[in-house]
């Protein structure tokens, strides 16, 4: 089964957020795919603006940070993750991407590829740091 995975920018709602994860990573099957084309059915169908379901990434120290309420947000025009930071008055995002790029990068990597979404800058590490996120999932 083919599976991509996605590492993404994350940033805070508020500008008064110190502290927050600069990263997070989500696993993509062809299920993920097809319940996200399901998604933007349903945005269509219904006219809605956004629909929203319990799902969310694997974030840089998560544990640290306290995040709650993981969701996925879709709308006709962008995709992303979010979670609420307890004790914090602040969400984090990942960086949008729209569907149509989320689709077009599933299809164009190959099985176990790693798909950056951000700013370029952070590229480098946020690659760095999903391997090393990764290395300690295997051990």
Known sequence: MKQVTFVFTVNATSDSASEHPRYAYFQVTQGFIDRLDELCG??????????????GPEYEDKDEHRLDSHELV????????????????CDVETIAISPSTFDEQWEKSANNAVVFVGEDGDKEDAIEWFHEAFAELDT
């Open 42 to 55: 349903v945005l269509k169908d219904y006219n809605l603006s956004e629909v929203r379901e319990f799902s």
């Open 74 to 89: 879709v709308t006709p025009n962008f995709v992303w993750f979010r979670a609420t930071v307890k004790d914090a008055d």
